[in-house]
């Protein structure tokens, strides 16, 4: 049972630099987050799809856009990366209504120098 | 989303057992409450949900008073790998409207 699978696991960038966080699940859930956590926060939500072919903007989306490829596949892509966007980056799903939580993956721990 | 209010820190020894009680005044009739367990370097994991009056599984128990505005996890005999920050929610699990985390509490067992 994979669960949620979130790549890559680690990642250095250059200010200025892109890169696209890659997230998939395999339980046929419809729905899929994208939240930041800071050192000592909470979860903050960056973007979300509520179903495919459906995003929106969560609370702190400047700076990212999403892709929702497929039903399985839900990416964030930073176009430009700033110091200010160094942060844990987890990915969640869900089913999209009724009783159920969110399944979240291992996260990505990115850094922005 | 309804707004969730809960201690940002305990301490507990071994074996006690451990509440958690969080406040959501304006909770609303379609709501769940949901709790998640955080440990470091990971992330969130789904520990109960409820509604209303009292669930136990495994892991823990949730009780929710006929009024709703609060809950309180129970942790049976927690051990040091129950050390992690727990999560209050309250919302419909819609995916339309995603749930709000905020800092929750941040749970220290000790030997």
């Known amino acids: 049972n994979a669960g949620v699978t979130q790549t890559p696991k680690f990642q250095v960038l250059k200010t200025g630099q892109s890169m696209t966080l890659q997230c998939a699940q395999d339980?046929?859930?419809?729905?899929m987050y994208w939240y930041r956590q800071d050192p000592g926060m909470g979860l903050r939500l960056i973007y979300y799809?509520?179903?495919?072919?459906?995003?929106d903007k969560g609370e702190v989306p400047n700076g990212y856009n999403v892709s929702r490829l497929n039903k399985r596949e839900f990416s964030l892509r930073l176009e430009s990366a700033a110091p200010s966007q160094t942060s844990v980056y987890f990915c969640?799903?869900?089913?999209?209504?009724?009783?159920?939580?969110?399944?979240f993956g291992s996260g990505t721990r990115l850094t922005v120098v | 989303l309804a707004k969730t209010t809960q201690p940002i820190s305990m301490d507990s020894y071994e074996g006690q057992e451990v509440n958690i009680t969080c406040s959501h005044n304006?909770?609303?009739?379609?709501?769940?409450i949901t709790w998640y367990q955080q440990f470091p370097s990971q992330g969130p994991r789904f520990i109960i949900q409820?509604?209303?009056t009292k669930v136990t599984n495994e892991v823990a128990s949730l009780f929710i008073p006929a009024d709703r505005k609060s809950s309180t996890l129970s942790l049976p005999r927690v051990s040091l790998s129950d050390t992690a920050v727990y999560y209050c929610l309250v919302g419909f699990n819609s995916g339309n409207t995603p749930l709000v985390f905020g800092k929750g509490t941040r749970l220290s067992v000790i030997a």
């Open positions: 799809s509520a179903s495919e072919g459906t995003t």
């Open positions: 409820g509604y209303k």
């Open positions: 304006n909770i609303a009739t379609n709501d769940y």
């Open positions: 339980m046929n859930h419809n729905s």
């Open positions: 969640a799903s869900s089913p999209s209504t009724g009783y159920g939580g969110y399944t």
